[in-house]
């Protein structure tokens, strides 16, 4: 499936602008494996006495963003699973900023952040892998809003390159 093919309502437009950050003719499968191959050489790449680095007061550091892009995939993740299941259970939201103050990444170093994100990245596209078209517009609600299986798998991708955007930018 490609984005272009993601109906109105599949996502709701505050998640517009990760999608922004994806070509019309991405295709989902492919741009999660190719998150899968890329986002842990873009980890290891980073120099490791920025890895605790805040550009500004009040800002999270390098691993509390990479830390928060892994949370919010597990996420999304269990939500396109439920949803591609025909669950019409609404599903609580979660506060961000709540998951990064109790995920300290003191401890953390780029090799753990790095083995994390791949489990849960190839949990994302085992999940997906099995979803055909029909399953990949089944809807549910999470956060009192309207989501596709298809717009959660999108969302994931481009929340991920949104925040690499940033750290690029922002921090390196």
Known sequence: MKKKDLKPGEFEQFYGVYLATLDDD??????????????????????????????????????????????????????????????????????????????DPRGQNKESIIEDYKTVRASTIAIFKTLNEDRLGYTGMASNLQWSVAGLGFVICGHQRHHRNIIRERYL
Do not use: C
């Not at 500004?56 to 691993?63: L, Q």
């Open 26 to 103: 991405t295709v989902l499968m492919e741009q999660l494996q190719k998150g899968y191959e890329n986002f842990p050489k873009f980890i290891n790449d980073i120099p490791e006495d920025k890895l605790h680095y805040a550009y500004a007061d009040g800002k999270w550091t390098i691993a509390q963003a990479l830390l928060h892009i892994i949370d919010t995939e597990r996420i999304f993740q269990y939500r396109a699973f439920r949803f591609s299941n025909q669950d019409k259970t609404p599903l609580k939201g979660f506060d961000q900023d709540d998951y990064v103050l109790e995920n």
